[in-house]
Structures are given as C-alpha cells and as structure tokens.
C-alpha cells in the first residue's frame, strides 16, 4: 500500500512498476528536493524502520559519554553528527536517532572527552 512511497523501492523498482505511477514520482522528487534542506530527511522523519530501531537506540548497551570535565564545549561533536544531536550537551547519548557513527568522536579535538563505552 505504501511502497509506492518508499524511496528505496521507488528507485530500485523502476518507478515502482506502476504502483502509484506519476504520484510516486512526484514524492520521490520532493524527497530528493527535500534532502538539500533537512539533512537525512526520509530517514528521521518518515523511514518505517526508525520506528524499529528507536527501542534499540534507547535501550542499546553501547553508547556514546562525554566526560563534562574535560569538555570545552567547542559544538565540534553536535555539528559533526549528521543526526543533528547536541552531543556536547549530553553526558550519555540515548537520542532515538543516534545509529553510533562514531562521526562526533572523530571530530572532537580534545583528548578522551568522548569515548564509546558498554554498559547502562
């Protein structure tokens, strides 16, 4: 019912086989046109699987911590991550969006303030 929606099945079914015809190609180019404004913007607002995962984000064991102590709250982390989550602001990181990309731990400057850890 749906699928003639679906980016992925849209572009990798040909337009959808007839699905939903020219609707389908018209969200699909809303879709591409709306990336270029909202980062990931299937992804966080409308891909199904975001529901699936976001019990896993909350409740997984491994997670990203900042250690405030030794934060100078430069903004390098939250602008690195392409979820747009305010990772100098949080001591553990248990966004629904977080996917673990490790990109704010690359991009911070400072020695041992962000660290990917087990546990609760």
């Known amino acids: 019912m749906l699928r003639g929606y679906d ?27 709306g990336a270029f404004a909202v980062p990931m913007l299937f992804c966080r607002y409308l891909c199904p699987m975001g529901a699936v ?4 984000s909350r ?6 911590r900042r250690d405030p102590s030794k934060c100078t709250a430069c903004g ?16 553990t990181v248990r966004h629904r969006d977080c996917t673990n990309c490790l990109e704010c731990l690359d991009s911070c ?7 990917l850890r087990v546990g609760g």
Not at 76 to 91: D, K, M, S, T
């Open 7 to 33: 980016p992925f099945y849209l572009i990798f079914s040909g337009l959808g086989h007839g699905s939903a015809s020219w609707l389908s190609a018209v969200v699909l180019g809303a879709l591409a046109l």
């Open 53 to 56: 995962f976001d019990p896993f």
């Open 59 to 64: 409740l997984g064991l491994i997670r990203v």
């Open 76 to 91: 390098n982390c939250g602008r690195a991550c392409p979820q747009r989550i305010p990772v100098h602001q949080l001591n």
């Open 109 to 115: 400057q400072q020695k041992d303030v962000l660290q």
